[in-house]
C-alpha cells in the first residue's frame, strides 16, 4: 500500500501544490480564477429532515412563503440562499447502498463511499483539501457537538479528523491571545515554535526508523504538528475590533448523551457562535461542525423543546411514513427539531451577515454549507443540501435548484470553484468529475 | 443505530404509540443486526488483519479462523514456531499517558477527556480499543497536557530537579541526563540529551531569554510532546537486529511491553534493572517479572479493564434505559454498582482467588449493595459499600449472569437476544459474522414474547446469515430483562399491561462444533466454562490485548504454546497471562515492510 494514499500530500502535488507548502506559516491565501469566497463552513447532522415542512413551495426563496416551517427562521437571508434539489451520494449508490444513510455521513464531503456499515471514508473532504491549497495563515477547525463515532470531515482515506467538542478549548485556541500583550503573544509563540520544530525534527528522523505502514502514522503526525503551528501562531492575528463570545458556565465537557442533553442547546449556539465570530474576525477560514449523529435512545431526546419522548431516531422513522400528514403529532415533532437545527444556522448566518465587508457582508463573500447525511428512510438520494452566502457573486442565489440527480461530487467541485480551487476538475472518482453550472452567476 | 423506547409519556394519541412501537422494535432489529457486521479476512492500514477463513456464520462448522486458535472447536494449525507477529506503532493510550505522568512526575492533575481518544477500530475483531493517529486535535492536547505538566514542574521545581537550579546549564545538563531516560523508558545517547540541553540554553539566551523556571519548564514540555516519549516503539540507538526472519526485542522493549500490558504504566524500578542488567533476555525472567506484576495493584485494573473491553461491560454505564420501563437503572449510583461488582468478581477470581476460568462462568459467589440487591432479588442491604452476596445458583452463574454484562447487552426497554447472542459469538466464540442487510424488514409481530417477536422475523429470508446464528445463544438468557433481573413471565402487550406469557430460554447452541441443548444462561454458562473452543478464543483475547493489534497466522504456535500451559495448570487464567508474555510471539516482531535493519 502506498503511504500516499493516506497523505493528502498526493492530493496538493495534483493540485500542483508542493508539499513543501505544508508548513508554509506565511503564505497568503492565491485565489485562482473562478469564486473569490474567503470562508468555507460546512454543517452537518443526521437523521434526514421531514420533506413536506423542509421543501420550499417556490423555486424563488425570496417570494413570500416560498420558506416552510422548517426553514422559517431562514427567512432573512433567503435571497442569499441556494437551496439544492436532487442532489445523490451517487458513489454510495454506486456501491449499492441506496439505503445507507446511516453510514454516509463521511460520504458528504469527500464524495467516495464508506464500506458497507463502515464510518470512514475513501479520500479526503473538500474543506481539507480547500484548507491546505489556500496555504491559509488559520489551520482547518473541526468542531463537534457529538461524538466522533463517524465524522463529515478527512484529512484523506481512512484518517478522519477529530472534533473538538469543548467550546472552552475551542475558544482558547481562537480567541485566548485577544487578552494578551503584543510581547506575550510574540513571546509564547517563540516558545511553542522551539519546542514544535523540535518536535518535528524527532518525528522526522523516528519515521526513518520505521516501515512502510508506521511512516504513514509519523507522517500524520508531523503534518499535524505543522497545523498546530499554524493554529498557534493564528491567535495574535486577531484584530482588536473582534468580540470573542463568552462560553456560558457548565457547558464544557457536554455532548450529546445522558443528563447533559439539557445543556445540548447551549451547547449547539455556543460553538455556532464561536464558529461565526471566528470566521468573521479572520481566527478560522475553514470551519467543520458536525451537530449530531444518527441514531437514538433516550439521550437523543429534546427535552428542551418539549419533545422528551420518543427519542429523534424513533420520531424520524415515524414521521417518514407521515409525509402526506404533516400535521400529525410526530410529523409536527420531526419538523420541530428539523426548524431548530436551522435556527441554529441562522444564528451563525446573523454573525456573518452583520458583519460588514466590502460592499457587502461576510456572509457574501462565504460558503456556508448545510447537509444532512440522509433524506427519508435512509436513502442516499436527494440529500438536503443548502448552500448559504454568495462566494464573492460566484452563487446566483436566493432559489431552489433541481439538479436533476448529480453525483454530491459535482457540488463539492462546484464549491472548491467558488473557493478559488478553480483548476480542479472532480473530486472523488474521475467519472464522478464535472460541476454544477446551475448554481453559478453567468 | 440505537434502541428506542417504547414511549409511555408525552405522547397522545393511541395511534401514534402503536405505530412507535413498531418502529421501536425495528429500530431495535436494526441496532441488532447492525451489530452483527464482521470483517472476514480485513486488515488493517498496517497490514495486520484477522487472517480468519471461511463463513463465520457457520458456527462449529467447516470455516475454521486460521487466525484464532480452536475458534471453532476444530483442528488447529500448528503454526510456524520460529515466527512472530508484527508490533505496529502506537502511541500511549488514555490510561497509559495518566499512569505514565503520574509515575514519572507524580502529577495526577490530568483528565482523559484531555487527551486523544482511544478509537475502536474494529470492535467484532479486536475487542479493545486501540489509540488513533495524531491528528491536529490530538497533537494539540499533548501541546497543552506537556505544558500544563511543565507548568506544575515548575511550581516543585527544587525538589524535582536533582541539582541545585543555580547552576544553571550544568543543573539543566545533569537533569536532562537522569530524566530523559525514565521519560523515554530507555537508555538515551548523547545527541537526544544534546537536543534538550541545546533547547535550554537557546531559549535562556536571546530573543526570549528566559528564566530558569521557564526553560526547564520548556525542556519538560518539550520532552513530553518527543515521539520517545509518546510512542511505544524501539528507540535505542541500534538498529534492530534480525534473528532468522524475525527481530528479538531488547530488554527495554519487553520491560515496556510486560510493564504497559500487565500495569498499563512505564516500567518501575525492578524491571528497569531487569532490562539494564540483561536477564529480560530469559523467559524464565519474563515469567518471574510478570507474576511479580500481577500481584501489584496496577494488574488488577488491567484485569478489570480487560474485561470491561471484552464484554462491553462499561455499557452498562452508558448504555440508556427507559426511565418508564427501568426506573430502578437510571441513577448514577446503581451504574457504578453494576460495574464495580463485575470488576470484584472477575477479579476476585483472576487476581485474589484460584485463578479458575470455569468459576467465571459458573460461580455465584459475588458482591451487592443496596442499590444492586434489588436487582439480584437478594435480601436488602443498606449503604454503597459492596458486601459478599451468594446469589441463588438456579438463576445466576458466573459473569454472564451479572448485570453488568446484561444491562450493557440489553435494550433501553427490554431485553435484546440477537445483542446478547452476537457477544457469545464473537467475544466469546472468536466466531466473526457476515453484514447485515441494508433494509431493515418491517416487524411482522407485535404482540407476544421477545422471543416469539424474534422468532417470528427470523423467518424472513434476509435474517438467514446473521440472526439465525446468534440468537440461539441470546435465547439462553430470556430470564433477564434489559437490565438483567430475573424473570419467569414477560409482559407481552404495551396496550394491555396484565397480559403476560411464561418466557422460554430453552436452545441448542453450537460450540466446539457440537450441538449442546440447554436450559438456560446457567447451562449456556457451563458449556462454555468448559470449551475448548472458548479456551482458545479466551487466549486469543488476552493475545490481542497483550500485543495491541489483532492476531495473524504467525502468533499462531505461540497461542498454542499458551494454550498447553493453559491446560497444563488446570485451565488457570494467570498461568495463561504468564505463558503468553513468554511466548515467542510477545518477545519478538516480524520486521514491518520497508524497515531498515541490519
Known amino acids: ?442 | 443505530l440505537s434502541n428506542a423506547p417504547v414511549p409511555t409519556q408525552g405522547v397522545a394519541m393511541r395511534e401514534m404509540r402503536d405505530q412507535i412501537c413498531a418502529f421501536a422494535f425495528a429500530i431495535a432489529f436494526g441496532a441488532a443486526i447492525a451489530g452483527c457486521t464482521g470483517v472476514v479476512g480485513s486488515g488493517d492500514a498496517a497490514g495486520n488483519g484477522s487472517t480468519a477463513e471461511g463463513n463465520g456464520a457457520a458456527v462449529g462448522g467447516a470455516g475454521t479462523p486460521s487466525g484464532s486458535t480452536g475458534a471453532t472447536g476444530g483442528a488447529m494449525s500448528a503454526g510456524d514456531p520460529n515466527a512472530a507477529g508484527t508490533m505496529p506503532l502506537q502511541h500511549l493510550s488514555q490510561i497509559e499517558y495518566l499512569n505514565t505522568v503520574s509515575d514519572l512526575l507524580q502529577d495526577t492533575s490530568l483528565t482523559a477527556s484531555q487527551l486523544p481518544p482511544d478509537f475502536a477500530s474494529d470492535p467484532d475483531s479486536l475487542a479493545f480499543p486501540e489509540p488513533d493517529i495524531v491528528g491536529t486535535l490530538a497533537a494539540s492536547q499533548y501541546h497543552d497536557a506537556a505544558k500544563q505538566l511543565a507548568a506544575n514542574v515548575k511550581s516543585k521545581l527544587a525538589t524535582f530537579l536533582p541539582c541545585n537550579v543555580s547552576a544553571d546549564t550544568a543543573c539543566a545538563t545533569q537533569f536532562v541526563t537522569e530524566f530523559l531516560p525514565k521519560a523515554y523508558r530507555r537508555p538515551v545517547t548523547p545527541a537526544e540529551i544534546g537536543d534538550y540541553t541545546t533547547l535550554y540554553q537557546a531559549v535562556r539566551g536571546a530573543p526570549l531569554t528566559l528564566s530558569i523556571a521557564d526553560a526547564f519548564g520548556l525542556v519538560v514540555s518539550a520532552i513530553l510532546q518527543s515521539p520517545g516519549f509518546l510512542y511505544h516503539w524501539e528507540l535505542d540507538p541500534t538498529a534492530p537486529m534480525l534473528s532468522g526472519s524475525v527481530v528479538q526485542l531488547d530488554p527495554y522493549t519487553i520491560a515496556n511491553r510486560l510493564s504497559y500490558f500487565l500495569v498499563g504504566s512505564m516500567p518501575d524500578a525492578t524491571l528497569f534493572a531487569a532490562a539494564a542488567n540483561g536477564t529480560l533476555a530469559s523467559p524464565d525472567t519474563v515469567a518471574a517479572q510478570a507474576r511479580r506484576l500481577l500481584a501489584s495493584p496496577g494488574a488488577r485494573v488491567t484485569v478489570e479493564n480487560f474485561f470491561d473491553d471484552w464484554l462491553n461491560l462499561s455499557l452498562a454505564s452508558t448504555q440508556p434505559k427507559d426511565p418508564d420501563v427501568y426506573p430502578a437503572f437510571q441513577s448514577a449510583e446503581v451504574k457504578a454498582a453494576a460495574q464495580d461488582e463485575a470488576h470484584n468478581f472477575v477479579t476476585s477470581i483472576v487476581i485474589d482467588g484460584s485463578g479458575s476460568f470455569s468459576e467465571l462462568f459458573t460461580s455465584n459467589t459475588s458482591t451487592s449493595n443496596q442499590y444492586l440487591a434489588p436487582l439480584y432479588g437478594t435480601a436488602p442491604r443498606t449503604g454503597a459499600a459492596l458486601q459478599p452476596v451468594t446469589l441463588d445458583p438456579t438463576q445466576r452463574g458466573g459473569i454472564l449472569t451479572s448485570v453488568a454484562f446484561l444491562a450493557a447487552t440489553g435494550g433501553a426497554d427490554g431485553d435484546v437476544p440477537p445483542r446478547r447472542g452476537k457477544a457469545i459469538v464473537t467475544r466469546l466464540l472468536c466466531e466473526t459474522l457476515g453484514n447485515p442487510p441494508n433494509v431493515i424488514p418491517t416487524p411482522v409481530l407485535m404482540v407476544g414474547t421477545t422471543r416469539q417477536k424474534f422468532e417470528e422475523h427470523d423467518k424472513l429470508a434476509c435474517t438467514q446469515g446473521c440472526h439465525n446464528v446468534i440468537e440461539p445463544y441470546g435465547f439462553a438468557f430470556e430470564h433477564f430483562d434489559g437490565i438483567g433481573q430475573y424473570r419467569m413471565v414477560e409482559h407481552i402487550d404495551p396496550a394491555n399491561p396484565s397480559a403476560t406469557l411464561p418466557v422460554d430460554s430453552t436452545t441448542t447452541v453450537t460450540v466446539d462444533g457440537q450441538a449442546h441443548a440447554i436450559q438456560d444462561a446457567i447451562g449456556l454458562g457451563q458449556v462454555l466454562a468448559h470449551s475448548q473452543q472458548v479456551y482458545g478464543c479466551f487466549a486469543t483475547q488476552w493475545l490481542r490485548y497483550a500485543v495491541g493489534r489483532v492476531d495473524t497466522p504467525d502468533d499462531q504456535a505461540s497461542i498454542n504454546q499458551a494454550l498447553g500451559a493453559f491446560a497444563a495448570a488446570q485451565y488457570n487464567v494467570r498461568d495463561l497471562i504468564v505463558a503468553l508474555v513468554t511466548s515467542r510471539t510477545f518477545r519478538y516482531r516480524t520486521p514491518a515492510a520497508g524497515e531498515v535493519l541490519q
Not at chain 1, 93 to 106: E, I, N, T
Not at chain 1, 291 to 317: C, R, V, W
Not at chain 1, 382 to 406: E, H, Q
Request: proline share 5%; glycine share 10%.
Open chain 1, 1 to 442: 500500500m502506498s503511504s500516499d494514499r493516506y497523505s493528502r500530500r498526493a492530493l496538493l502535488k495534483a493540485l500542483g501544490v508542493g508539499a513543501a507548502m505544508l508548513p508554509l506559516l506565511d503564505a497568503e491565501p492565491a485565489f485562482a480564477a473562478g469564486g473569490s469566497a474567503k470562508r468555507l463552513m460546512t454543517i452537518t447532522w443526521g437523521n434526514g429532515v421531514f420533506t413536506p415542512n423542509w421543501l420550499p413551495t417556490n423555486a424563488d426563496l425570496t417570494v413570500a412563503g416560498a420558506l416552510p416551517s422548517s426553514l422559517a427562521a431562514l427567512q432573512p437571508y433567503a435571497k442569499k440562499m441556494l437551496v439544492l434539489q436532487n442532489v445523490h451520494l451517487q458513489s454510495m449508490l454506486d456501491a449499492a447502498m441506496p439505503f445507507g444513510g446511516h453510514f454516509s455521513m463521511p460520504c458528504l464531503f469527500t464524495g467516495t463511499s464508506p464500506p458497507l456499515n463502515g464510518f470512514v471514508s475513501g479520500g479526503p473532504s473538500i474543506d481539507q483539501t480547500i484548507s491546505d491549497a489556500l496555504g491559509s495563515k488559520t489551520p482547518l477547525l473541526n468542531l463537534g457537538a457529538k461524538s466522533d463515532t463517524s465524522s463529515s470531515s478527512w484529512a484523506a482515506a481512512n484518517q478522519k479528523n477529530q472534533l473538538n467538542t469543548d467550546p472552552t478549548s475551542v475558544f482558547g485556541k481562537l480567541f485566548a491571545g485577544a487578552s494578551m500583550t503584543p510581547a506575550v503573544i510574540s513571546s509564547t509563540w517563540e516558545q511553542d515554535k522551539s519546542v514544535l520544530d523540535l518536535v518535528y525534527n524527532q518525528l522526522t528522523s523516528f519515521s526513518n526508523r520505521v516501515g512502510a505502514a508506521d511512516k504513514v502514522k509519523i507522517q500524520a503526525h508531523m503534518d499535524a504538528v505543522r497545523a498546530l503551528e499554524t493554529q498557534l501562531q493564528s491567535m495574535p492575528m486577531l484584530s482588536s475590533s473582534c468580540t470573542a463570545p463568552t462560553v456560558p458556565a457548565g457547558v464544557s465537557g457536554t455532548s450529546v448523551g445522558g443528563a447533559s442533553i439539557s445543556k445540548y442547546p447551549v451547547l449547539v449556539d455556543t460553538m455556532m457562535k464561536l464558529a461565526g465570530t471566528a470566521l468573521v474576525c479572520g481566527a478560522a477560514s475553514v470551519i467543520t461542525l458536525d451537530l449530531m449523529n444518527d441514531g437514538g435512545g433516550n439521550d437523543l431526546t429534546f427535552p428542551t423543546l418539549g419533545i422528551a419522548s420518543p427519542d429523534y431516531h424513533a420520531i424520524t422513522h415515524s414521521s417518514d411514513t407521515l409525509t402526506k400528514n404533516p400535521t400529525a403529532t410526530v410529523a409536527v415533532q420531526k419538523s420541530t427539531i428539523d426548524a431548530w437545527w436551522y435556527k441554529n444556522v441562522a444564528t451563525l448566518l446573523g454573525i456573518l451577515d452583520g458583519f460588514a465587508e466590502g460592499d457587502g457582508t461576510a456572509l457574501d463573500n462565504s460558503v456556508i454549507v448545510s447537509a444532512n447525511d440522509m433524506s427519508i428512510g435512509h436513502s442516499t438520494k436527494n440529500i438536503p443540501y443548502i448552500l448559504y452566502g454568495g462566494a464573492g457573486g460566484f452563487f446566483k442565489t436566493g432559489r431552489m435548484v433541481d439538479t436533476k440527480g448529480v453525483a454530491n461530487n459535482l457540488l463539492l467541485t462546484t464549491i472548491c470553484h467558488a473557493m478559488g480551487l478553480s483548476t480542479i476538475t472532480g473530486v472523488g472518482a474521475a467519472k464522478y468529475a464535472g460541476n454544477i453550472d446551475s448554481l453559478l452567476t453567468m
